[in-house]
């Protein structure tokens, strides 16, 4: 079955090696693996544009599977994560300022500090679960971000950090151009850590807790134990979502990590598919591409009469807000699994096109 | 210690507070019924006080008929609002139904600040004095005005749940869906009502504080605040929303008295209800009035 196609074209596998890999075929792993060089001739073939629209989506989509892991994977539900994520930023600039250790390692290190923060807010999750634990991490949310506003020595208050260029081997990452490839290393590395994951007996018991966490517990899996897991790697991977971010913009200021944050990045699971890794991707590029989309499209639509009008050019901000909350709205009453579904489907289509039965 | 601050404080605690008691009253109101969180509870409060203005201001009409063309209005949108998003949404696992009221919440938010602008807007006056003198202490009109209505509103719900077809078939739906339905109950009647009560009554309480700090997205505030005042008390009793929401209201201003003696914090009233939450989830997740769920296998 190892031979040169895109699907084995049934069920061979006869070990739970087999049924474990992360690429069915050596095909796919092989496209998989060209697709990331492709990636990586992206600063050389588009402009400046698309290549901030990737570091973009790639810190984005770390956080984002941080939180997929912890919602979908494991079931908790939290509504704090863009606190996490700013705490991640905050993290990195004080330790590189503080310390004088270098950007690359003090990016790990604020993972592994927000990790410890998400613990002791995870920790009301060890007895609550559902819409309490929901609500519970819209509290951690509010502290946080007061936080953040108060602690002046970690965050420098109101004036914001300011964090350090990323400094690899004496060489200065200070333009778009090479950062993207400090991105595109720290993609790849956290998506293949959240793959196999998932590869895992911890990923499994995840997996378990969310489809019944009582048949889990009989099962002789420690709840406790594994729910505030998963809620130490979901602001593990926010806080090196975060790192990126702050380590990019050059400055942290406490505005930015928002409630609204928060939703947008459960929308990106949302509409990517809870439980899936590849999907958290796609909804990541979604929510990224989304408001560029709604603003090319109002100017695009500007040659009218009443697209060029004030009240829809002052308004572009909120029509992006409401472009969010819609397709939120949108995915979950018609495509509630999100758009890894729909690549599954349009993969079956093709694969038994035209004799679908 | 200023004892006169302290004790205009607290009685603006009690005031505020039984408005939380009101809102946290519809949001219990839609979780029993409905099973459903809504997280765009305060959203229906700013819908309500921005509709309720455009029919005074631009409209040109009398209160008490802008008035009631709002309620009528928010009716129809509870309903339409339940029939159109949330139906396709029962039976669905809860984050779905918890995301759908976010994304709810978003998209009102931003489209009232579209259609109405960010800034704040005030009401045109309504009483002729705008303060009065209750035993040594000056209380605005307004405020009076909107402890009253919250007492009456919530003699309503009373009197609604106890003695009326509808509310006793609202407590039957959300005792057991099946059993109220097959007594001949109609289920998707029963839901679709409460939502538009609660959106209904969220805009009197919506008026009601628009009235007092002016129309703007702040209103929506409203919403979150619910949330520390419902756990505290329960999440599915409406008798501990309200006590819930006067000690959240207390609390608020107590904790102003001290960060504003003492402390020196800032904004520690706006964010002590959510370390209280955070308390009260960790020692009593089902509040004071709420049954504690208990499952089988």
Redesign the interface.
């Known amino acids: 079955m190892a031979g040169f196609s895109i699907r084995p074209c049934g069920d061979f596998r006869t070990t739970y090696r087999q049924d474990t890999r992360i690429f069915d075929t050596t095909y796919v792993r092989n496209a998989a693996i060209l697709g990331i060089f492709a990636v990586a001739m992206i600063p050389f073939v588009l402009d400046g544009y698309y290549v901030n629209l990737f570091i973009q989506i790639s810190y984005f989509a770390i956080a984002a599977l941080g939180l997929n892991i912890l ?1 979908g994977f494991t ?1 908790q ?1 939290s ?1 704090g994560h863009a606190a996490f994520f700013g705490f991640g930023a905050f993290a990195s600039a004080w330790i590189n300022n503080t310390t004088g250790i270098p950007v690359l390692l003090s990016i790990p290190l604020a993972g592994l500090m927000t990790a410890a923060v998400g613990l002791l807010f995870g ?2 999750a060890a ?2 679960k ?3 634990l ?3 991490t ?3 949310q ?2 946080l971000e ?1 936080f953040f ?2 602690a002046e020595w970690f965050t420098g208050g109101s004036y914001g950090a300011a964090a350090n260029p990323i400094n690899v081997f004496g060489f200065e990452v200070y333009d778009d151009f090479s950062f993207f490839y400090v991105c595109l290393f720290f993609l790849v590395v956290m998506y293949l850590l959240g793959t196999n994951l998932m590869r895992t007996r911890d990923g499994r018991a995840f997996v378990a807790v969310r489809d019944h966490y ?2 889990a517990e ?1 099962m002789g899996i420690n709840l406790t134990k594994y729910r505030l897991m998963s809620f130490a790697i979901s602001s593990f991977y926010a806080g090196i979502g975060g790192a990126i971010y702050g380590h990019y913009l050059g400055f942290v200021s406490a505005e930015g990590f928002t409630i ?1 944050l928060s ?1 947008q990045f ?2 990106m699971i ?1 509409i990517g598919g ?1 439980g899936s890794v590849k999907g958290t991707l796609m909804g990541t590029v979604f929510m990224v591409l989304l408001p560029e989309v709604m603003e090319s499209g109002v100017s695009a639509l500007s040659v009218f009469e009443w697209a060029s009008s004030t009240a829809v050019t002052d ?1 572009l901000a ?2 992006k ?2 472009a ?6 949108l995915f ?2 018609f495509e ?1 699994d999100g758009l890894a579904h729909r690549w599954q489907q349009i993969r079956a289509y093709w694969k038994l096109y035209p004799f679908s039965y | 210690m200023n004892f006169e601050l302290l004790f205009q404080l607290l009685l603006n605690g009690l005031i505020v507070g039984t408005l939380y008691g009101v809102v946290a009253m519809c949001f219990v109101l839609i979780y029993k019924s409905t099973q459903i969180v809504n997280f765009a509870q305060g959203e229906f409060l700013l819908i309500g006080a921005w509709v309720c203005y455009a029919f005074l201001v631009e409209m040109h009409m009398p209160f008490w008929m802008g008035f009631l063309f709002t309620l009528i209005f928010m009716m129809v949108f509870g309903i339409v609002l339940q029939m159109v998003v949330l139906r396709p949404m029962i039976g669905e696992p809860i984050i779905s139904v918890i995301m759908v009221t976010i994304g709810l919440s978003i998209f009102f938010q931003a489209a009232t600040k579209w259609i109405f602008g960010a800034t704040t807007a005030t009401y045109p006056q309504v009483f002729e004095t705008r303060s009065v003198n209750l035993l040594g202490m000056q209380i605005e009109t307004a405020y009076i005005m909107s402890f009253v209505i919250s007492l009456f509103i919530m003699a309503g719900f009373y009197w609604f749940f106890k003695y009326s077809k509808l509310g006793l078939a609202m407590r039957a739906t959300a005792f057991d869906q099946q059993v109220a339905q097959s007594l001949g109950i109609s289920v998707k009647t029963v839901f679709a009502m409460s939502w538009a009560i609660s959106a209904l009554v969220s805009a009197i309480a919506g008026i009601v504080i628009g009235m007092v700090n002016g129309v703007s997205s702040a209103l929506s505030v409203i919403g979150i605040k619910v949330f520390p005042a419902v756990i505290l008390g329960g999440l599915d009793s409406i008798v501990g929303a309200i006590v819930g929401g006067v000690i959240i209201g207390m609390l608020e201003n107590t904790a102003e008295f001290v960060d504003g003696q003492y402390l020196h914090w800032g904004n520690l009233f706006s964010i002590a209800p959510f370390y209280v939450l955070i308390i009260i989830l960790c020692i009593k997740p089902y509040g004071l009035f709420g049954t504690k769920d208990i499952e089988r296998i």
């Open positions: 919602v079931g539900i509504l920790l009301p007895r609550i559902g819409l309490y929901a609500i519970a819209l509290a951690a509010f502290i007061d506003a108060r009582l048949s009989i609204l939703i459960l929308g949302i809870l308004g909120y029509i807000e409401m969010i909350g819609l397709a939120i709205i979950l009453i509630p």
